[in-house]
T-cell receptor, first 115, second 116 residues
Framework: NAGVTQTPKFQVLKTGQSMTLQCAQD?????MSWYRQDPGMGLRLIHY???????DQGEVPNGYNVSRSTTEDFPLRLLSAAPSQTSVYFC??????????????FGEGSRLTVL | TQLLEQSPQFLSIQEGENLTVYCNSS?????LQWYRQEPGEGPVLLVT?????EVKKLKRLTFQFGDARKDSSLHITAAQPGDTGLYLC????????????????FGQGTILTVHP
């Protein structure tokens, strides 16, 4: 049972470098999202997608890009890494519901350090 | 922007003690979820509460949604070392239709340590 798979688990970047965090889910979920987790701040939404070809900004989108070409994949791109982007990044997926929000299934996280 | 204030941020107790974690907001949420996270892993859903005043029990854990759907609490009875972890509350916006599209507002989290 793979669920939500994130790669890489750990990454160290220098300021100004770019990189892509990969996220894939095998549950055929319509909704996918990226959160970052910083000490004392819980999880904050970066970008989300309600289906292939549809993405939108969350609470802290600056410095990040996303695309959703397939239902399964939702990569997060850091355009020019900054030390403020040092964080743990979580990808999540959930099933479309007509009622109350469904369960979010999270990956194991990607720990990024920007020097 | 909807905010969720979670308290306390840290809780260190002895095995067998009871505890309560609070999650408060000035905003109304269509539903509220509680997640538990272990080190090196992603959060895992414990419960979803939907109706104002709703109470749900999961073994020794009791979850309550405020009448006005602005706050929630998690009460653990007779805590055990296995309850140690980070507890997160998360609210879904009270928009039309009630669906959150996977967008949740999270509290800051409560790090619970239960000592044997």
């Amino acid at each position: 049972n793979a669920g939500v798979t994130q790669t890489p688990k750990f990454q160290v970047l220098k300021t100004g470098q770019s990189m892509t965090l990969q996220c894939a889910q095998d549950m055929n979920h319509e909704y996918m999202s990226w959160y970052r987790q910083d000490p004392g701040m819980g999880l904050r939404l970066i970008h989300y997608s309600v289906g292939a070809g549809i993405t939108d900004q969350g609470e802290v989108p600056n410095g990040y890009n996303v695309s959703r070409s397939t239902t399964e994949d939702f990569p997060l791109r850091l355009l020019s890494a900054a030390p403020s982007q040092t964080s743990v990044y979580f990808c999540a997926s959930s099933r479309r519901t007509s009622g109350p929000t469904g369960e979010l299934f999270f990956g194991e996280g990607s720990r990024l350090t920007v020097l | 922007t909807q905010l969720l204030e979670q308290s306390p941020q840290f809780l260190s107790i002895q095995e067998g003690e009871n505890l309560t974690v609070y999650c408060n907001s000035s905003s109304v949420f269509s539903s509220l979820q509680w997640y538990r996270q272990e080190p090196g892993e992603g959060p895992v859903l414990l419960v979803t509460v939907v109706t104002g005043g709703e109470v749900k029990k999961l073994k020794r854990l009791t979850f309550q949604f405020g009448d006005a759907r602005k706050d929630s609490s998690l009460h653990i009875t007779a805590a055990q070392p296995g309850d140690t972890g980070l507890y997160l509350c998360a609210g879904a916006p009270a928009n039309a239709g009630g669906t959150s599209y996977g967008k949740l507002t999270f509290g800051q989290g409560t790090i619970l340590t239960v000592h044997p």
